[in-house]
């Protein structure tokens, strides 16, 4: 797989996407999440500093990867085939690269994304 992908000029401190993942699969197997997840906080070149994960039960899974760049995290509804999923990092991180990667991961039909800019630098500065 290709080197992460770095935004050369960033006008804000962080990306943080909101994606809702529609007709996924295998969002009931813990490890597949897991896995998932961590790969995809590589992929967008982050530094993974602690993760937690856990399944209910009859079914779904939550849970996040804490980055030294913000977070990664992750709600399964297996039985209506949907997945919350939200990635913020601060820095040159390609948050839209990890976004791919997990609907791609979870074979998604449907996708809704919003993108939010956090810390306009022109405010916070």
């Not at 992908?5 to 969002?27: D, N, P, V």
Request: net charge positive.
């Amino acid at each position: 797989m290709a080197a992460p992908k770095r935004i050369s000029k960033q006008t804000h401190l962080g990306t943080h996407i909101i994606a809702e993942l529609f007709g996924c699969k295998k969002l009931d197997d813990l490890k597949f999440v897991a896995q998932s997840l961590k790969e995809a906080a590589r992929i967008c070149g982050a530094s993974i500093l602690h993760t937690k994960f856990h399944r209910f039960s009859p079914h779904g899974i939550t849970g996040y990867i804490l980055l030294a760049e913000s977070h990664i995290s992750i709600h399964t509804w297996p039985e209506c085939g949907y997945a919350a999923v939200d990635v913020f990092t601060c820095g040159l991180m390609d948050t839209e690269k990890a976004v791919q990667y997990l609907v791609e991961k979870f074979a998604a039909q449907k996708v809704n994304t919003r993108r939010i800019e956090r810390g306009n630098r022109e405010d916070v500065l």
